[in-house]
């Protein structure tokens, strides 16, 4: 098989890299690992920044999450019972859209055919070769047979453990890493709610977080240390858990459920440069990973997105290929912001093991300077409705 790039990994940044490549007429295949089912199996991100929604208008591909997502103005911090609520609207005249990762992808999974996007799923080893070089190809097995495609381009949209970023070498690369010392548990259920906007809280016992992705339909986090198992929290240890750490208020207002998922996930800061080695690009997780505070890691998947599709159309339609030169840069240059944001939230939420009490104190500071202070407000409004590309 002959192409102009080949995409590894059908999730949220393969299938949208894909779609925008076809609507400029550039041929694309896209190689996922798992069935479209497992894909959409897998619970993650709900909000979506201006950038995110902006692909989906472009592709014309944005009628449901027109009509299901829900506008949100603002966002809450609680600090024990005090709730700071950032106004992002009033603020910086801009808002965030709450519509599930899985709802998003499956908008661009049921346009593949229309569009003439070409995935092939249920691919086995799937391998990277020659991307020092401009006639790279990928290698896999799909039904016992080996296939090969060559290309252009490779671009590796195959989330943290791909084989992308790993086959560009360790002498070329480098990792800049941090570990939390706690996952997310995340429930999800068809209940109401607790409060018509989202609310981040930072209590004595951990941290919460108050979701949704419809008006039926509830997520919320607790975060756990790293050696507890999902098995150790039924649902009704997990729904007494939400209760203490939201507070009186919000746990008054909170229905409860049978969790229609529940799963852990660990916390990380992760970035890898460069994004682009030779014919090789990568987007999305498999070259950054952000702690799910900020509600970023979807969205930086989007924003990469948008510059590499920019880059390769520039490539193929007008034989230029600066966009391609400087991708890695540009890319990188948000990402390290929405890094340095999702580290920050990260630390004033939640209660690190090692910490002391001059550490909670200057949380406490922190958020009392948040809530009396309009400029701290607005810093916070700017990161998380996301940064321009
Ligand atoms: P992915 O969605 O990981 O897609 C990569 C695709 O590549 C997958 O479909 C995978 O099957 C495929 N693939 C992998 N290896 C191969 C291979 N060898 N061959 C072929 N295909 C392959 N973000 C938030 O903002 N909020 C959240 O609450 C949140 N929760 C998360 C929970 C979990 C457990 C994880 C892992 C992430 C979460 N994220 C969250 C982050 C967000 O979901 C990701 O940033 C987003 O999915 C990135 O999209 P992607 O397309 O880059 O990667
Ligand atoms: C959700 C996840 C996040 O990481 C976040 O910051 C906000 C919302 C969610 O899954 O709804």
């Known amino acids: 098989l002959m192409t102009q790039v080949c995409i590894i990994g059908a999730g949220p940044a393969g299938l949208l890299l894909g779609h925008l490549l076809r609507a400029e007429g550039v041929d694309c295949v896209v190689l996922e690992r798992r069935t479209p089912d497992y894909v959409l199996s897998r619970i993650r991100a709900g909000v979506l920044e201006r950038v995110t929604v902006e692909l989906m208008e472009r592709l014309g591909l944005d009628q449901r999450l027109k009509a299901e997502g829900l506008a949100h103005d603002g966002f809450n911090l609680a600090d024990g019972e005090r709730l700071i609520r950032i106004d992002m609207q009033e603020l910086v005249g801009q808002h965030v859209v709450v519509y599930g990762q899985t709802e998003l992808t499956r908008d661009l999974m049921d346009a593949r055919e229309e569009r003439g996007l070409e995935v092939i799923y249920e691919t086995e080893d799937v391998t990277l070769h ?216 990260t630390k004033l939420m939640h209660r690190f093991p090692e910490d002391g009490d001059f550490e909670r104190k200057m949380q406490v500071a922190e958020l009392d300077y948040i809530a009396s202070s309009r400029a701290a407000q607005t810093s916070i409004a700017e990161n998380y409705v996301g940064l321009p590309v």
């Open 130 to 345: 020659d991307v020092e070089s401009d006639s790279p190809h990928v290698t896999y097995v799909k039904d016992g047979k080996e296939h090969r495609v060559d290309a252009r381009f490779i671009v590796g949209c195959d989330g943290f453990y791909g084989p992308s970023r790993k086959a560009i070498p360790a002498s070329v690369g480098q990792e800049f890493e941090r570990a939390y010392p706690f996952g997310w548990l995340g429930i999800l259920a068809d209940v109401p709610p607790c409060n018509h906007e989202l609310i981040y809280a930072n209590h004595a016992r951990g941290f919460a977080l108050a979701s949704q992705r419809s008006s039926t339909r509830s997520r919320y986090y607790v975060d756990v240390p790293l050696t507890d198992k999902v098995e150790d929290w039924s649902d009704d240890r997990l729904w007494d858990e939400l209760a203490a750490r939201l507070g009186p208020e919000a746990a008054a207002h909170m229905t409860r459920g049978p969790a229609l998922e529940k799963s852990i996930a660990p916390l990380r800061s992760f970035v890898f440069a460069p994004m682009r080695h030779g014919s090789l690009m990568l987007c999305g997780d498999s070259a950054h990973i952000v702690p799910p505070t900020g509600a970023k890691g979807l969205n930086l998947a989007a924003s990469d997105v948008h510059y590499a599709a920019d880059a390769l159309i520039r490539f193929f339609q007008k034989n230029d290929n600066d966009a391609v030169s400087a991708y890695s840069d540009t890319a990188l240059s948000r990402v390290w912001k929405s890094e340095r944001f999702s580290w920050s939230l």
